[in-house]
């Protein structure tokens, strides 16, 4: 399980873009959205380093 602060989350389609990028990394995964607090939660196999490049890549970068 992996949180990550995503600041730069800050409506419906960014947490959309968000799930969008997670899924295309692993299909598999599991998301929670915490929009009012920019966290979100992810139940995946893939390393968390692998996830935090994705997210940036996408232009949510973790903090």
Avoid at 3 to 27: I, Q, R, W, Y
Avoid at 31 to 43: A, E, G, N, S
Avoid at 50 to 57: C, G, P
């Amino acid at each position: 399980m992996h949180e990550f602060h995503l600041p730069d989350m800050t409506c419906g389609h960014c947490a959309s873009k968000v799930n969008v990028t997670l899924k295309l990394v692993d299909p598999a995964c599991e998301i929670q959205v915490d929009l009012p607090r920019r966290f979100i939660t992810v139940k995946s196999g893939e390393h968390r380093d692998v996830l935090v490049e994705a997210l940036a890549d996408a232009g949510y970068p973790t903090l």
